[in-house]
């Protein structure tokens, strides 16, 4: 296994921490990562980037030229990295920021409404993680379970309330993707 994923939207959108919580998920599952932040200038609002590799092999550099897969959070974002995917790789949009349609037929894209389910949810600060549990089914790179346990090593033991509404983020980040999977089955 050999995933390259680039993550990127504005400052803010939980970026970084979706990057995080992928690499700790998998290092507790014992593989090689490598995670590597890109920020803008500006302090919030401006352009946030990661480069996350999750392999069973040596990971020889932690930038992501070719991604298997991209999460992209805004419309800046889809249009600098849909050409970074490899042809069969992922393209993750977040539809409820992004109205444009992917360009490329050569990959698997996947619309998440990511925003529009988190205020369902009644948290508009987890639509990374409704992204997140949407990568993970679509992937199958790391194990959910993992990213429970990763939870508290990124957020902290002051943040661990948090953890059963970003359960239920990943859990309906997943379901979108297996109803959009039935769909195109």
């Not at 805004?74 to 992917?102: H, Q, R, T």
């Not at 997140?132 to 990213?147: F, N, P, Q, R, W």
Request: hydrophobic fraction near 40%.
């Amino acid at each position: 296994m050999d995933e390259r994923l680039i993550i990127a939207g504005f400052g803010g959108q939980g970026v970084m921490a979706m990057g995080q919580l992928l690499t700790y998920s998998g290092m507790i599952e014992g593989k090689n990562v490598s995670w590597l932040p890109s920020y803008g200038p500006e302090m919030r609002g401006g352009t946030a980037n990661c480069n996350v590799t999750i392999s069973t092999e040596p990971v020889g550099s932690p930038v992501v030229l070719e991604a298997t897969t991209a999460v992209v959070l805004n419309l800046p974002s889809l249009d600098k990295f849909e050409e970074s995917v490899v042809p069969g790789g992922n393209l993750m949009i977040n539809s409820s920021l992004i109205e444009k349609k992917a360009e490329r037929d050569d990959i698997n894209v996947y619309y998440i409404p990511a925003n529009d389910i988190a205020n369902e949810i009644g948290n508009t600060r987890i639509a990374n993680m409704v992204m997140l549990g949407a990568y993970i089914e679509i992937t199958g790179a790391i194990k959910i379970d993992s990213v429970y346990e990763a939870f508290e090593k990124v957020f902290g033991e002051t943040k661990a309330h948090l953890l059963p509404v970003n359960k239920d983020a990943l859990k309906r980040g997943a379901e979108v993707v297996r109803e959009q999977i039935k769909v195109n089955a």
